[in-house]
RNA sequence: GUGGGUGUAGCUCAGCUGGUAGAGCACCGGGUUGUGAUCCCGGUUGUCGCGGGUUCGAGCCCCGUCACUCACCCCA
């Protein structure tokens, strides 16, 4: 085979629930009012840089940066708030009703190395909540991902919840953790990352490091009293809204705008990438990107690491419905007749498909089963002599001979 | 960017100590001149990832390379 699709991509072929994941996951959320809208794929590459924060991962070394033919430096979004913001100040949605409740889903790139659950190119689908530091509000953004996961039928999906403080709070609490990682015994690049971000060196991975940090101060018991009043409010209204969560002192995100409310929603059927979603309230991105100060909260939830966990926990998805009709004409007076069948059904909605090609009975049979349809048409020349179609129940067999003048109604 | 694993039919894989390329599933046809899902019979499908080396002989051994994959890192 000469081609095959870039590193880090995939098909979404026949078969897989990714539809059913990628708007099922919204679906709570279209109930609460998130209307649905979508930014362009690429974007300014500062609009990334500003928002996303030039200190990140995201930003220094997992972006698609291309030049277009005008100069311009353009890049690939990594993630989606950024550009639904942007769009929120540039259309000026945000004179409106506040909050502006949006949602949208597509895919996002990042330059990583692949491997489970981890694409180059994947999607999310995400809300935006955005004008109102209410923690009600942060409350609602989060049950509506909870509700998501519950209504695909995902009973194993873990909320980890935590604040990250604001500008009030967290500067003097990050200085208090550089000093205190300063004093460990840290490798050239981790302290490198403690120097960029301290906060990111609390969720490492290996036990020595992690060992060194039982003691580690921690931002959940230094918040100033507002975003103390916040959080406590946010854990209230959960409680309320029914969506269990745990705790999470360490909880990091990767995306420099996440202040206050963050969280993540975990599963441990997928391997190292655990991560199914996450989001939190970005006050400052506004203000970032060059915007009037407006507040905002929202989520990301990865659709591949999503499909993963229904297969971990074996969770049949209903995907598209099928069809409804199979057509099987045997002849060319019967096969004309079915095209012109097929389509008047078509027009009603009902879903339909006929055997083409040149297979016997048998092998177009064969197909009518197989294309999952409930009922089959069988109509020969003799059939259409004598005015009738004989209408096949596939899942029971039972077949009778119907007029062709009450067919169309009876399957419509 | 750094490691490990794996590359054989459309899919999942077997292939002994180096000796003519296999199975199951899928697909197509027949058993039934007009009936699927079951059953029976038959059939199609290969650059053994690619390049080189060793050998009388390589899917198997050696070297290189590419791809995929898992993990680190990071995150959805």
Known sequence: M????????YDILPGTPFLAARDGLLEPARLAGYDYMEPPV??????????VGASTDVVTKEMYTFSDRGGRSLTLRPEGTAGVV?????????????????????????????????FRQFQQSGIEAIGLTDPALDAEVVALAWQGYQRLGLREVRLLLTSLGDPACRPAYREELTAFLTGLDLD???????????????DDKRPEVQAQLVAAPLIIDRLCADCKAHHDAVVAALDILDVPFEPAPR?????DYYMRTTFEFVHDGLGAQSALGGGGRYDGLSESIGGPPLPGIGWALGIERTLLALEAEGVEVVGETGLAVF????????KAWAVGFVGQL???????????????????????????????VVVGDRDLDADVAQLKDLTNGEQTAVPLSDLLEQLA
């Open 2 to 9: 000469a081609f095959q699709a870039p590193k880090g991509t």
């Open 42 to 51: 690429f974007e300014d590459t500062e609009l990334f840089a500003r928002g």
């Open 86 to 118: 942007r769009a929120v100040l540039e259309h000026g949605l945000h004179h409106g009703q506040l909050p502006v409740k949006l949602r949208y889903a597509g895919p996002m790139f990042r330059a990583e190395r692949p491997q489970k659950g981890r």
């Open 188 to 202: 050239e690049a981790t302290h490198e990352r403690a120097r960029l971000n301290p906060l990111r060196v609390l």
């Open 251 to 255: 909880l990091v995100r990767g995306l």
């Open 327 to 334: 057509v099987v004409p045997l002849g060319t007076a019967a």
């Open 346 to 376: 078509r027009t009603r909605g009902v879903a339909t498909d006929l055997a083409y090609g040149e297979r016997g009975l048998k092998g177009a049979m064969k197909a009518a089963d197989r294309s999952g349809a409930r009922w089959a």
